[in-house]
């Protein structure tokens, strides 16, 4: 899935940071690196960053719009913070929403951030916390299947939210 969101989106992508360590890891420039090879087939960050770039651009969202919904939901989950990697240093230099030397205050590394609603802007509250790095591409060796089958919930939950529609919007407070 990811994998086609990144195949029909590949400008995007791109233009994206993905936060699952792989800067670190796999020395990674962008999001696009995550699809090159077969690094992005079990992570939800690099799934759950293509899907939601390649549904943003669907709906007509423009590429700024999408670097912040992505930094705002997985920004806050980038494992490196403490000794941030070039390749995010020259993200945050180039990107087009928040153009600057560092993260933005709602980016500061937690890991209990709610998921951030890219249509509505509401932060999704009940919504289980996403997977840690630790979980992912940094570390292969999830022990129980099951926790990493859940960890891909967030997502899906989206999926089918996005379905019903933004019920949330009067929520927003952004
Ligand atoms: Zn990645």
């Not at 936060?19 to 992570?43: I, M």
């Not at 960890?151 to 919007?169: C, I, L, M, R, W």
């Amino acid at each position: 899935m990811g994998y086609i969101a990144a195949q029909r989106v590949p400008e995007i992508c791109q233009k994206l940071f993905c936060y699952c360590g792989c800067d670190y890891t796999d020395e990674h420039a962008s999001l696009l690196d995550c699809f090159t090879s077969d690094h992005g087939v079990d992570c939800i960050y690099c799934q759950g960053e293509a899907v939601m770039a390649y549904k943003m651009s669907r709906k007509g969202s423009s590429v700024e719009e999408i670097q912040k919904a992505i930094d705002l939901n997985w920004g806050p989950k980038y494992p490196f913070f403490e000794q941030p990697s070039d390749q995010i240093k020259k993200y945050w230099k180039t990107r087009l929403w928040a153009k600057g030397n560092g993260p933005t205050a709602a980016e500061k590394h937690n890991d209990e951030t709610p998921l951030y609603d890219p249509f509505t802007g509401a932060q999704e509250k009940n919504s289980k916390p996403m997977g840690k790095a630790e979980d992912c591409c940094g570390k292969k060796d999830v022990k129980d299947p099951a926790n990493a089958k859940g960890s891909k919930e967030p997502a899906n939950a989206k999926d089918a939210k996005d379905a019903k529609g933004s019920k949330a919007a009067t929520t927003t407070k952004q």
